[in-house]
Protein backbone atom coordinates (compact mmCIF):
# COMPACT_ATOMS: atom_id res chain seq x y z
CA UNK A 1 0.00 0.00 0.00
CA UNK A 2 1.05 3.43 -0.96
CA UNK A 3 1.86 5.89 1.63
CA UNK A 4 -0.01 9.38 1.82
CA UNK A 5 3.26 11.71 1.41
CA UNK A 6 7.22 11.70 1.57
CA UNK A 7 9.05 13.69 3.75
CA UNK A 8 10.87 15.92 1.40
CA UNK A 9 14.43 17.37 2.12
CA UNK A 10 17.30 19.14 0.57
CA UNK A 11 20.97 17.35 0.09
CA UNK A 12 23.82 20.35 1.37
CA UNK A 13 25.72 19.56 -1.10
CA UNK A 14 23.80 22.01 -3.45
CA UNK A 15 24.93 24.58 -1.20
CA UNK A 16 28.63 23.59 -0.23
CA UNK A 17 30.52 26.93 -1.15
CA UNK A 18 28.09 28.99 1.28
CA UNK A 19 28.62 26.12 3.65
CA UNK A 20 32.16 26.69 2.92
CA UNK A 21 31.89 30.33 3.81
CA UNK A 22 28.82 30.54 6.32
CA UNK A 23 28.19 27.36 7.63
CA UNK A 24 25.78 28.86 10.21
CA UNK A 25 24.00 31.73 8.59
CA UNK A 26 23.89 29.09 5.19
CA UNK A 27 21.67 26.41 7.13
CA UNK A 28 19.02 29.77 8.81
CA UNK A 29 18.67 30.24 5.04
CA UNK A 30 18.25 26.86 4.09
CA UNK A 31 16.09 26.67 7.03
CA UNK A 32 14.37 29.84 6.36
CA UNK A 33 13.30 29.03 2.81
CA UNK A 34 11.45 25.95 4.35
CA UNK A 35 13.71 22.92 4.24
CA UNK A 36 13.18 20.93 7.60
CA UNK A 37 14.98 17.63 6.55
CA UNK A 38 18.84 17.86 5.54
CA UNK A 39 21.65 15.27 4.52
CA UNK A 40 25.16 16.72 4.60
CA UNK A 41 28.30 15.40 2.48
CA UNK A 42 31.88 15.08 3.67
CA UNK A 43 34.48 14.50 1.51
CA UNK A 44 37.24 14.94 4.14
CA UNK A 45 35.86 12.27 6.60
CA UNK A 46 39.57 11.64 7.60
CA UNK A 47 40.67 14.93 8.56
CA UNK A 48 36.67 16.26 9.72
CA UNK A 49 34.39 13.12 11.01
CA UNK A 50 31.63 15.34 10.90
CA UNK A 51 29.43 17.09 8.37
CA UNK A 52 31.91 18.35 6.43
CA UNK A 53 32.20 22.04 7.26
CA UNK A 54 34.10 22.04 10.57
CA UNK A 55 31.29 22.59 13.17
CA UNK A 56 31.90 20.64 16.77
CA UNK A 57 28.74 17.80 17.01
CA UNK A 58 27.34 20.09 20.23
CA UNK A 59 27.09 23.06 18.22
CA UNK A 60 25.94 21.51 15.52
CA UNK A 61 23.23 19.25 17.44
CA UNK A 62 22.40 23.40 18.70
CA UNK A 63 22.16 25.10 15.64
CA UNK A 64 20.06 22.01 14.17
CA UNK A 65 17.63 21.90 16.81
CA UNK A 66 17.54 26.20 17.29
CA UNK A 67 16.86 26.14 13.16
CA UNK A 68 14.22 22.94 13.54
CA UNK A 69 16.13 21.05 11.32
CA UNK A 70 16.55 16.84 11.21
CA UNK A 71 19.87 15.84 10.16
CA UNK A 72 18.74 12.91 8.19
CA UNK A 73 22.12 11.50 6.41
CA UNK A 74 25.69 12.28 5.51
CA UNK A 75 27.80 10.92 2.69
CA UNK A 76 31.18 10.29 3.67
CA UNK A 77 34.65 10.13 1.93
CA UNK A 78 36.69 8.35 2.38
CA UNK A 79 35.39 4.85 3.35
CA UNK A 80 37.98 3.48 5.86
CA UNK A 81 37.77 1.08 8.99
CA UNK A 82 40.15 3.29 10.21
CA UNK A 83 37.97 6.69 10.86
CA UNK A 84 34.42 4.77 10.89
CA UNK A 85 34.44 4.66 14.93
CA UNK A 86 34.97 8.56 15.21
CA UNK A 87 32.37 9.53 11.91
CA UNK A 88 30.08 7.53 13.94
CA UNK A 89 31.09 9.07 17.45
CA UNK A 90 30.09 12.59 15.88
CA UNK A 91 27.09 11.48 14.22
CA UNK A 92 25.20 9.75 17.53
CA UNK A 93 26.22 13.25 19.50
CA UNK A 94 24.58 15.06 16.60
CA UNK A 95 21.20 12.95 16.34
CA UNK A 96 21.71 11.31 12.51
CA UNK A 97 20.80 7.68 12.63
CA UNK A 98 22.75 6.84 9.30
CA UNK A 99 25.52 7.67 6.45
CA UNK A 100 26.49 6.49 3.29
CA UNK A 101 29.08 5.98 0.39
CA UNK A 102 29.41 9.38 -1.55
CA UNK A 103 30.97 7.85 -4.89
CA UNK A 104 32.77 4.78 -5.78
CA UNK A 105 34.86 3.85 -8.62
CA UNK A 106 35.60 0.09 -9.94
CA UNK A 107 38.48 -0.58 -11.99
CA UNK A 108 36.81 -1.85 -15.24
CA UNK A 109 36.91 -5.54 -15.29
CA UNK A 110 38.18 -5.89 -12.23
CA UNK A 111 35.35 -7.95 -10.58
CA UNK A 112 37.91 -8.85 -7.20
CA UNK A 113 38.52 -5.42 -6.52
CA UNK A 114 34.27 -5.14 -6.67
CA UNK A 115 33.96 -7.76 -4.31
CA UNK A 116 36.56 -6.27 -2.13
CA UNK A 117 34.65 -3.38 -1.90
CA UNK A 118 31.26 -5.35 -0.92
CA UNK A 119 33.32 -6.85 1.80
CA UNK A 120 34.24 -3.20 3.35
CA UNK A 121 30.83 -2.14 2.75
CA UNK A 122 29.05 -5.02 4.89
CA UNK A 123 31.76 -4.33 7.60
CA UNK A 124 30.92 -0.33 7.70
CA UNK A 125 27.22 -1.43 7.52
CA UNK A 126 28.18 -4.30 10.87
CA UNK A 127 29.70 -1.40 12.59
CA UNK A 128 26.49 1.13 11.85
CA UNK A 129 24.14 -1.32 12.90
CA UNK A 130 26.05 -2.40 16.56
CA UNK A 131 25.65 1.69 16.90
CA UNK A 132 21.72 1.21 15.95
CA UNK A 133 22.31 3.03 12.81
CA UNK A 134 21.91 2.58 8.93
CA UNK A 135 24.71 2.55 6.25
CA UNK A 136 23.49 3.37 2.51
CA UNK A 137 25.26 2.89 -0.85
CA UNK A 138 24.36 5.49 -3.23
CA UNK A 139 25.05 5.38 -6.72
CA UNK A 140 26.38 7.43 -9.44
CA UNK A 141 25.92 6.47 -12.98
CA UNK A 142 29.65 4.28 -13.23
CA UNK A 143 28.11 1.38 -11.18
CA UNK A 144 25.69 0.60 -14.64
CA UNK A 145 28.52 -0.50 -16.36
CA UNK A 146 28.34 -3.97 -17.15
CA UNK A 147 31.22 -6.94 -16.51
CA UNK A 148 30.03 -9.28 -18.37
CA UNK A 149 26.34 -9.72 -18.55
CA UNK A 150 26.07 -8.15 -14.77
CA UNK A 151 25.63 -4.40 -14.28
CA UNK A 152 28.37 -3.49 -10.96
CA UNK A 153 25.07 -2.03 -8.83
CA UNK A 154 23.72 -5.81 -9.16
CA UNK A 155 27.45 -7.24 -8.68
CA UNK A 156 26.83 -5.22 -5.19
CA UNK A 157 23.92 -5.82 -4.36
CA UNK A 158 24.44 -9.39 -4.17
CA UNK A 159 27.37 -9.46 -2.70
CA UNK A 160 26.08 -7.83 0.26
CA UNK A 161 23.74 -8.56 3.27
CA UNK A 162 20.71 -6.64 2.91
CA UNK A 163 20.65 -6.19 6.46
CA UNK A 164 23.88 -4.26 6.54
CA UNK A 165 23.92 -1.66 3.13
CA UNK A 166 21.02 -0.05 2.61
CA UNK A 167 20.51 2.50 -0.72
CA UNK A 168 19.69 6.22 -1.38
CA UNK A 169 19.21 5.68 -5.34
CA UNK A 170 19.97 8.66 -7.21
CA UNK A 171 17.53 8.67 -10.29
CA UNK A 172 19.17 11.38 -12.28
CA UNK A 173 22.31 9.15 -12.46
CA UNK A 174 20.12 5.92 -12.84
CA UNK A 175 18.69 7.70 -15.67
CA UNK A 176 21.80 8.79 -17.46
CA UNK A 177 23.24 5.75 -17.29
CA UNK A 178 20.13 4.47 -19.89
CA UNK A 179 18.20 2.60 -16.99
CA UNK A 180 14.54 3.40 -15.83
CA UNK A 181 15.47 4.26 -11.96
CA UNK A 182 12.03 3.14 -11.30
CA UNK A 183 12.76 -0.45 -12.54
CA UNK A 184 15.84 -0.30 -10.03
CA UNK A 185 13.72 1.08 -7.57
CA UNK A 186 11.09 -1.91 -7.67
CA UNK A 187 14.03 -4.65 -7.63
CA UNK A 188 15.40 -3.21 -4.51
CA UNK A 189 12.48 -1.80 -3.07
CA UNK A 190 13.42 -3.40 0.22
CA UNK A 191 16.89 -1.52 0.74
CA UNK A 192 15.80 1.89 -0.64
CA UNK A 193 15.67 4.16 2.44
CA UNK A 194 16.40 7.20 0.87
CA UNK A 195 16.08 9.17 -2.88
CA UNK A 196 18.13 11.60 -4.76
CA UNK A 197 15.99 13.75 -7.02
CA UNK A 198 17.75 16.19 -9.97
CA UNK A 199 16.61 17.44 -13.26
CA UNK A 200 17.71 17.09 -16.94
CA UNK A 201 16.90 20.92 -19.03
CA UNK A 202 15.72 20.78 -22.39
CA UNK A 203 18.75 22.03 -23.32
CA UNK A 204 21.48 20.10 -22.14
CA UNK A 205 24.64 20.24 -24.19
CA UNK A 206 24.90 16.52 -23.26
CA UNK A 207 22.74 13.36 -24.69
CA UNK A 208 20.60 12.07 -21.59
CA UNK A 209 22.49 8.78 -21.49
CA UNK A 210 25.95 8.77 -20.98
CA UNK A 211 26.87 6.06 -22.64
CA UNK A 212 25.62 6.74 -25.66
CA UNK A 213 28.29 8.69 -26.80
CA UNK A 214 29.57 10.93 -24.05
CA UNK A 215 31.96 7.71 -22.60
CA UNK A 216 33.05 4.76 -23.53
CA UNK A 217 30.77 2.62 -21.82
CA UNK A 218 33.59 0.46 -21.00
CA UNK A 219 36.11 3.06 -19.82
CA UNK A 220 38.11 2.98 -16.99
CA UNK A 221 36.12 5.80 -14.79
CA UNK A 222 38.06 7.40 -12.18
CA UNK A 223 37.29 10.70 -10.34
CA UNK A 224 39.27 12.85 -12.79
CA UNK A 225 37.55 10.36 -15.89
CA UNK A 226 34.09 11.28 -14.05
CA UNK A 227 35.12 14.89 -13.58
CA UNK A 228 35.58 15.59 -17.07
CA UNK A 229 32.25 14.08 -18.10
CA UNK A 230 30.34 16.47 -15.58
CA UNK A 231 28.88 19.33 -17.49
CA UNK A 232 27.35 21.82 -15.31
CA UNK A 233 24.93 22.92 -17.74
CA UNK A 234 23.14 19.58 -17.65
CA UNK A 235 21.64 20.48 -14.38
CA UNK A 236 18.24 22.37 -14.29
CA UNK A 237 16.23 23.21 -10.81
CA UNK A 238 14.70 20.22 -9.68
CA UNK A 239 11.28 20.13 -11.43
CA UNK A 240 12.11 22.45 -13.93
CA UNK A 241 13.30 20.05 -16.09
CA UNK A 242 12.12 16.99 -18.49
CA UNK A 243 12.95 13.63 -16.07
CA UNK A 244 9.51 12.12 -15.02
CA UNK A 245 9.63 12.91 -11.26
CA UNK A 246 5.91 12.86 -10.48
CA UNK A 247 6.16 9.22 -11.68
CA UNK A 248 9.06 8.73 -9.78
CA UNK A 249 7.66 9.87 -6.58
CA UNK A 250 4.45 7.67 -7.18
CA UNK A 251 6.65 4.62 -7.22
CA UNK A 252 8.76 6.01 -4.50
CA UNK A 253 5.70 5.30 -2.15
CA UNK A 254 5.72 2.04 -2.85
CA UNK A 255 8.93 1.47 -0.83
CA UNK A 256 8.11 0.16 2.64
CA UNK A 257 11.55 1.95 4.23
CA UNK A 258 11.67 4.81 1.71
CA UNK A 259 11.87 8.23 4.27
CA UNK A 260 13.15 10.87 2.39
CA UNK A 261 13.06 12.32 -0.76
CA UNK A 262 16.57 14.62 -0.76
CA UNK A 263 16.36 16.93 -3.76
CA UNK A 264 19.98 17.53 -5.21
CA UNK A 265 21.49 20.76 -7.45
CA UNK A 266 25.04 20.00 -8.07
CA UNK A 267 25.93 22.76 -10.23
CA UNK A 268 23.42 25.92 -11.61
CA UNK A 269 23.59 29.07 -13.26
CA UNK A 270 21.46 30.96 -9.98
CA UNK A 271 23.08 31.34 -6.69
CA UNK A 272 22.96 28.32 -4.60
CA UNK A 273 20.49 29.68 -1.71
CA UNK A 274 18.14 30.89 -4.75
CA UNK A 275 19.04 27.69 -6.79
CA UNK A 276 17.21 25.76 -4.27
CA UNK A 277 14.76 27.90 -3.54
CA UNK A 278 13.94 27.82 -6.83
CA UNK A 279 13.74 24.37 -6.66
CA UNK A 280 11.36 23.96 -3.39
CA UNK A 281 8.87 26.25 -5.65
CA UNK A 282 9.10 24.32 -8.21
CA UNK A 283 8.84 20.91 -6.67
CA UNK A 284 5.45 21.92 -5.03
CA UNK A 285 3.47 21.34 -8.19
CA UNK A 286 4.14 17.18 -7.39
CA UNK A 287 1.70 15.47 -5.41
CA UNK A 288 2.91 12.55 -2.47
CA UNK A 289 5.00 14.63 -1.02
CA UNK A 290 5.83 16.93 2.50
CA UNK A 291 8.32 19.47 3.74
CA UNK A 292 7.16 19.21 7.55
Not at 63 to 80: I, S, W
Not at 182 to 196: C, F, N, P, Q, S
Not at 233 to 258: D, K, S, V
Request: charged share 25%.
Amino acid sequence: MSRLAIKTGIQLYSVRKSLARDPYGTLAKVAEIGYRYVEAANHNAAADPGVGFGVPAREMRKTLDDLGLKLVGCHVAPLELEIIDQVLDYHQEVGNRQIGCAIDFFPYGDVDFIMRRCELFNQLGEKCKGRGMRFYYHNHYQEFQKFGDNYVYDIIMENTDPSLVFIEIDTYWVTRAGLDPIAVMEKYRDRLVLLHQKDFPNDAPQRLVMFDGVINPQANINMDVFGATIYPECFTEIGTGTLPIQETINAAARAPHLEYILLEQDHSKLEELDSISVSMEAFRKFSGIEWD
